[in-house]
């Protein structure tokens, strides 16, 4: 078996991810869990494998740096985020399959005020949660429903590029990193210059990236992107921490006037199959923008809780109204709750 009829299987199995490593059988990941594929690979066959799909350029880069990240697409239309790198002096692979179609937020049984977010016309949503927690299927959704209803410029600065956008209504321009840029922060700073209505920035990755995204959002432009946080409240604390002392107070305030929502997501595998996504929203209100200015984030949980007449949702009233779906058991509501207990208070009321 090769590699392209490894990723057609995952494919074909419904599976999320394909994992190999030498001397391991391949392994495919469906609704959150790892199952066998094939015979064990060898250290040479894996190598061999991995390379076949591999531009020089490519090669290249991974000997150098031992680390690569890059898409590839079938025939079929689906593409693989893939990642290599190496384990013990040894390599090894991870794929993560991205449908060639992109999922509406109906599809995805999203909350209706998703939509009413992709309508601002300026400020900064983040979606926030572990790898594998869906953000961005979430993301390419709601950048599909400006494209969809809206004529917007929409530029987009992907490492490597995901999800396909196909022409509607807006112009869509995705820029790779290594393929239509070879400098990050230049491509950030460069994309004010190329009048754009909405900005997608893949992942915030250090203190220069947070404060163009931060600065491109004051300017005007609604900006969507991704950190790899727990909540909404660790977000805020993620952002100002990574800031020496002397800047907290100047990226409190541009955090406090520009944050419009963070929806921080989870997975949960669900009765019959397959995985639903459960959600904690903040929305920004006087009272959050307030808190993010003060530095009372560890406040924001408590009013996210009291807040659900703005829009705003826990965790686990998400994962209540699955269990009153009959989807899934109070058990595994309260596994993946962060207050089992509230899980219980909630069932309570009316």
Same mark, same amino acid.
């Given at each position: 078996? &090769?590699?392209?009829?490894?990723?057609?299987?995952?494919?074909?199995?419904?599976?999320?991810?394909?994992? !190999?490593?030498?001397?391991?059988?391949?392994?495919?990941?469906?609704?959150?869990? *790892?199952?066998?594929?094939?015979?064990?690979?060898?250290?040479?066959?894996?190598?061999?494998?991995?390379?076949?799909?591999?531009? #020089?350029?490519?090669?290249?880069? %991974?000997?150098?740096?031992?680390?690569?990240?890059?898409?590839?697409? !079938?025939?079929?239309?689906?593409? %693989?985020? +893939? &990642?290599? %790198?190496?384990?013990?002096?040894?390599?090894?692979?991870?794929?993560?399959?991205?449908?060639?179609t992109i999922k509406s937020l109906d599809e995805l049984m999203l909350p209706p005020i998703f939509k009413e977010i992709t309508k601002v016309q300026q400020g900064f949503v983040l979606l926030v949660g #572990?790898?594998?927690?869906?953000?961005?299927?979430?993301?390419?959704? $709601? /950048?599909?429903?400006?494209?969809?209803?809206?004529?917007?410029?929409?530029?987009?600065?992907?490492?490597? +590029?995901?999800?396909?956008?196909?022409?509607?209504?807006?112009?869509? =321009?995705? =820029?790779? *990193?290594?393929?239509?840029?070879?400098?990050?922060? $230049?491509?950030?700073?460069?994309?004010?210059?190329?009048?754009?209505?909405?900005?997608?920035?893949?992942?915030?990755?250090?203190?220069?990236?947070?404060?163009?995204?931060?600065?491109?959002?004051?300017?005007?432009?609604?900006?969507?992107?991704?950190?790899?946080?727990?909540?909404?409240?660790?977000?805020?604390?993620?952002?100002? &921490?990574?800031?020496?002392?002397?800047?907290?107070?100047?990226?409190?305030? $541009?955090?406090?006037?520009?944050?419009?929502?963070?929806?921080?997501?989870? *997975?949960?595998?669900? %009765?019959?199959?397959?995985? =639903?996504?459960?959600?904690?929203?903040?929305?920004?209100?006087?009272?959050?923008?307030?808190?993010?200015?003060?530095?009372?984030?560890?406040?924001?949980?408590?009013?996210?809780?009291?807040?659900?007449?703005?829009?705003? /949702?826990?965790?686990?009233?998400?994962?209540?109204?699955?269990?009153?779906?009959?989807? /899934?058991?109070?058990?595994?509501?309260?596994?993946?709750?962060?207050? #089992?207990?509230?899980? /219980?208070?909630? $069932?309570?009321?009316?």
């Open positions: 078996m &090769n590699l392209i009829d490894l990723l057609k299987t995952t494919i074909e199995k419904n599976a999320s991810d394909l994992h !190999l490593i030498a001397e391991y059988e391949a392994y495919i990941r469906i609704d959150g869990q *790892l199952e066998p594929l094939t015979k064990i690979l060898s250290s040479d066959e894996l190598v061999e494998m991995c390379m076949s799909i591999l531009t #020089p350029e490519q090669k290249e880069r %991974f000997f150098e740096s031992k680390d690569l990240d890059f898409a590839y697409s !079938l025939e079929s239309g689906d593409r %693989f985020r +893939i &990642n290599y %790198f190496y384990s013990k002096n040894t390599l090894s692979a991870a794929f993560r399959h991205l449908p060639n #572990p790898t594998g927690s869906g953000k961005s299927t979430t993301l390419a959704a $709601m /950048i599909q429903e400006i494209n969809t209803r809206d004529k917007r410029n929409i530029i987009t600065l992907e490492d490597p +590029i995901e999800y396909i956008y196909p022409k509607v209504t807006s112009i869509v =321009r995705q =820029r790779e *990193l290594y393929q239509d840029t070879y400098d990050w922060d $230049m491509a950030m700073r460069a994309m004010l210059r190329e009048d754009p209505n909405v900005v997608l920035i893949g992942e915030m990755r250090d203190a220069s990236t947070i404060k163009s995204a931060l600065k491109i959002a004051e300017t005007g432009h609604l900006t969507f992107s991704t950190l790899h946080t727990n909540s909404a409240s660790e977000t805020v604390q993620r952002i100002v &921490n990574t800031f020496p002392a002397t800047e907290q107070g100047e990226i409190r305030a $541009m955090l406090a006037q520009t944050i419009t929502a963070v929806i921080s997501q989870r *997975l949960v595998p669900v %009765f019959g199959g397959g995985r =639903r996504a459960v959600i904690e929203l903040m929305i920004q209100t006087p009272a959050i923008a307030s808190l993010i200015r003060e530095g009372k984030e560890f406040q924001i949980d408590n009013t996210i809780r009291t807040s659900g007449d703005f829009g705003m /949702i826990t965790i686990e009233k998400s994962l209540v109204e699955l269990i009153r779906a009959g989807q /899934i058991s109070v058990e595994d509501g309260q596994k993946y709750a962060r207050d #089992p207990g509230e899980i /219980i208070r909630l $069932m309570k009321t009316i």
